[in-house]
T-cell receptor
Framework: GNSVTQMEGPVTLSEEAFLTINCTYT??????LFWYVQYPGEGLQLLLK?????DKGSNKGFEATYRKETTSFHLEKGSVQVSDSAVYFC?????????????FGQGTILTVHP | DAGVIQSPRHEVTEMGQEVTLRCKPI?????LFWYRQTMMRGLELLIY????????DSGMPEDRFSAKMPNASFSTLKIQPSEPRDSAVYFC?????????????FGPGTRLLVL
């Protein structure tokens, strides 16, 4: 079946450290892949996405590359800030259908200290 | 644009009471989704609508849960009777179309506590 697996958190980093949050997926067809971010007390918002193999999504210094051969979509940022503290969700939408049913990973809590 | 609007933001009720959560999607969006977020189960899709018609309600936990979308600008999620295990944050989201590359826009959520 379709599923998304993220590295377990919480992740605690110092400001300006390098961030990697691993994400792998299983899906039939050719899904689109997403990273959503949830700041405290708020709903989820799209951080970046990639719709086909080898695409790189990027936003606010975050990047993730759609790797079909390893079924992965790892999130990276070269230098994190305190304001990046949030919960990060990897998700996919199964391909081959006319609707976008998102399947989410369990979320990774990121805390960045000054 | 005001984004997806949900009300109430917080709801505290007693077991057995009826709870109604409300959602106004972004104007012009054809798809509306209801999600539930808990620590144990993460984010779960409960039901989604296309052009006000329910398409997939396989995620609805049981008959106590029902959802309606009487028009393009309003949807409700009702729990009757409510139970403590229904305590969660409920999110509504909408998208312009339901295509696989489409972004879903989430509301701020309703935090429900059933005592």
């Amino acid at each position: 079946g379709n599923s998304v697996t993220q590295m377990e958190g919480p992740v605690t980093l110092s400001e300006e450290a390098f961030l990697t949050i691993n994400c792998t997926y299983t899906a039939t067809g050719y899904p689109s892949l997403f990273w959503y971010v949830q700041y405290p007390g708020e709903g989820l918002q799209l951080l970046l996405k990639a719709t086909k193999a080898d695409d790189k999504g990027s936003n606010k210094g975050f990047e993730a590359t759609y790797r079909k051969e390893t079924t992965s979509f790892h999130l990276e940022k070269g230098s994190v800030q305190v304001s990046d503290s949030a919960v990060y969700f990897c998700a996919h939408q199964a391909g081959g259908t006319s609707y976008g049913k998102l399947t989410f990973g369990q979320g990774t809590i990121l805390t960045v200290h000054p | 644009d005001a984004g997806v609007i949900q009300s109430p933001r917080h709801e505290v009720t007693e077991m057995g009471q009826e709870v109604t959560l409300r959602c106004k999607p972004i104007s012009g969006h054809d798809y509306l989704f209801w999600y539930r977020q808990t620590m144990m189960r993460g984010l779960e899709l409960l039901i989604y609508f296309n052009n006000n018609v329910p398409i997939d309600d396989s995620g609805m936990p049981e008959d106590r849960f029902s959802a309606k979308m009487p028009n393009a600008s309003f949807s409700t999620l009702k729990i009757q009777p409510s139970e403590p295990r229904d305590s969660a944050v409920y999110f509504c989201a909408s998208s312009l179309r339901g295509l696989v590359q489409e972004t879903q826009y989430f509301g701020p959520g309703t935090r429900l506590l059933v005592l």
